[in-house]
């Protein structure tokens, strides 16, 4: 895992374990794609992985005093292509 990932900290960042995305944003980690975690040292290494992150984001979460209840998802909008 790249030790630069720190969940929740800006709009850019995306990791990879393995065919799984985690995408950072400021107010949600989305993950997309799929993980196999067989049961070997390959496994293992992706578990650990996947450990790490998910520990990060839980301690970013358990020590912000201003989590709020719940966040307010945004519908998606479509804007003006600025390449046409």
């Known amino acids: 895992m790249s030790t630069d990932f720190q969940p929740y900290a800006n709009e850019t960042d995306v990791i990879r374990i393995d065919h799984l995305d985690i995408e950072n944003r400021l107010d949600r980690l989305t993950l997309n794609g799929d993980l196999v975690l067989t049961r070997d040292r390959t496994g293992l290494a992706l578990a650990l ?15 912000d005093p201003h989590l709020p209840e719940t966040v307010a998802i945004q519908p998606a909008r479509t804007v003006r292509n600025p390449f046409l």
């Open 49 to 63: 992985e996947l450990q790490a992150v998910l520990a990060q984001a839980i301690h970013t979460l358990q020590t």
